[in-house]
């Protein structure tokens, strides 16, 4: 079936460090989404990104499209000991919304 | 804080109970969904409604049965569960069913099934 395959899988960082996932589609997707999950929490939405080369940025969260619509990336820099969580892009497939498997991402302070 | 609540947050039963749980809505969307959230695992589309009509079932087993009463109330019936069905369970709604909407999730359900 469709997926969205999401690297990498785990990352643990200093704080004050940068920190990227990237999102990969062999199809070309209409838009992709982003959401963050904190620990013990649930999917929380981020931001949709629609047209090709698009980037968009939320303070130290910048996420970009690629060119051919199949890849996305979200990179934080200098993050936080508030950025922990897992981080899930999610893509349409007709009507379906297929999540990836997401980045944990862990700050060490 | 989202809008969509979720009864109740955690559940044990046993293989051969029946139980159910329970999402609301109040954000006025006219899309519900179901999702598993396994350990190590995607999240897992399982049911969509659209205007109270399923719209999807992700052959999903027919030991999980949805209920959709109204545009605000979304219902999982489970029976005769088996252990590897514990996960957690989240309720999502959306404007609409369709590409470009976002989903709200509820906090979910953590079933344990023993």
């Known amino acids: 079936g469709q997926q969205v395959m999401q690297i990498p899988q785990y990352q643990h960082v200093q704080e004050g460090e940068d920190f990227t996932t990237y999102c990969n589609s062999s199809t070309t997707l209409s838009n992709i989404q982003w959401y963050k999950q904190r620990p013990g929490g649930h999917p929380v939405f981020l931001i949709q990104?629609?047209?090709?080369?698009e980037v968009k940025k939320q303070k130290r969260l910048t996420f970009q499209f690629g060119e051919a619509k199949k890849n996305s990336s979200l990179h934080i820099t200098a993050t936080q000991t508030t950025d922990v969580g897992t981080y899930f892009c999610?893509?349409?497939?007709?009507?379906?919304?297929?999540f990836g498997a997401g980045t944990i991402l862990r700050v060490k302070s | 804080e989202t809008g969509v609540t979720q009864t109740p947050r955690h559940l044990v039963m046993g293989m051969t109970n029946k139980k159910s749980l329970k999402c609301e809505q109040h954000l006025g969307h006219n899309a519900m969904y179901w999702y598993k959230q396994s350990a190590k695992k995607p999240l897992e589309l399982m049911f969509v409604?659209?205007?109270?009509?399923?719209?999807e079932n992700n052959s999903v087993p027919s030991r999980f049965s949805p209920e959709c009463p109204n545009s605000s109330h979304l219902f999982l019936h489970l029976h005769t569960l088996q252990p590897e069905d514990s996960a957690l369970y989240l309720c999502?709604?959306?404007?609409?069913?369709?590409?470009?909407?976002?989903?709200?999730f509820g906090p979910g359900t953590r079933l344990t099934v023993t």
């Open positions: 999610a893509a349409q497939y007709g009507n379906k919304l297929v």
């Open positions: 409604y659209s205007l109270e009509e399923r719209v």
């Open positions: 990104l629609v047209k090709s080369g």
């Open positions: 999502a709604s959306s404007q609409r069913w369709g590409p470009y909407y976002e989903q709200y």
